[in-house]
């Protein structure tokens, strides 16, 4: 249990749709992180917040926007879905007095068809 | 930047026999590097770190792993496997504030 909550856990869209998975942080932890993994594939970096800000990309399209509020919950958007969207979506909070380690949540399972 | 290669795909092992599963990193600059397993349709949960300090780090779960800085390498093993630990395991690599850096995982099955 690493106190990651993530909603919805399975979902399914049609090519085209937008898509908003939601994420509430560890308590006490001011950064999140977003990572989609596909199938068979590890995790790949989409972006992360800090005190609602992003402050690091990956190599992700602008169709893939995030926020982050107050309290550290955060937010991944997701606009004109893509089959290739199909994947699970993890998010993963830290705080700099966490040693440079971050804690997953369980997922958000995205199929796009 | 960094990048991460786990050499193996998978790796099937009998039960109570030791296993080894290799990851080597690249990076310009110093690394701390991560170990995570996933079990089936779960998210990923944190078996070990390494951040500074003693080389041969130890885990949850029984798993322990050795950075090697000259070989950049840090390779998870286990003296005797169980049934439970069939998952994905990922090594992971950042420098100090960057995102983590996943390898492709490495996949245990363990044969009773």
């Known amino acids: 249990e690493t106190g990651v909550t993530q909603s919805p856990t399975h979902l399914i869209k049609t090519r085209g749709q937008q898509v908003t998975l939601r994420c509430s942080s560890q308590?006490?932890?001011?950064?999140v992180s977003w990572y989609q993994q596909a199938l068979g594939q590890g995790p790949q970096f989409i972006f992360q917040?800090?005190?609602?800000?992003?402050?690091g990309r990956g190599n992700f399209p602008p169709r893939f926007s995030g926020l982050q509020f107050p309290n550290y919950s955060s937010e991944l958007n997701v606009n004109a879905l893509e089959l290739d969207d199909s994947a699970l979506y993890l998010c993963?909070?830290?705080?700099?007095?966490?040693?440079?380690?971050?804690?997953f949540g369980e997922g958000s399972w995205l199929t796009v068809v | 930047a960094q990048s991460v290669t786990q050499l193996d795909s998978q790796v099937p092992v009998f039960e109570e026999a030791p296993v080894e599963l290799r990851c080597n990193y690249s990076?310009?600059?110093?690394?701390?590097l991560f170990w995570y397993v996933q079990y089936p349709n779960q998210g990923l949960q944190l078996l070990l770190k390494?951040?500074?300090?003693?080389?041969l780090v130890k885990g949850i779960n029984g798993f322990e792993a050795e950075f090697n800085k000259s070989q950049t390498s840090f390779h998870l093993r286990k003296p005797s496997v169980h049934i439970s630990d069939t998952a994905e395991y990922f090594c992971?690599?950042?420098?100090?504030?960057?995102?983590?850096?996943f390898g492709k995982g490495t996949r245990l099955s363990v044969i009773a």
């Open positions: 993963a909070s830290s705080t700099t007095s966490s040693g440079n380690t971050i804690y």
């Open positions: 308590s006490g932890h001011n950064t």
């Open positions: 917040y800090y005190r609602e800000e992003e402050n």
């Open positions: 990076s310009s600059v110093s690394v701390y």
């Open positions: 390494y951040l500074s300090g003693s080389t």
């Open positions: 992971a690599v950042s420098a100090g504030n960057t995102p983590l850096v």
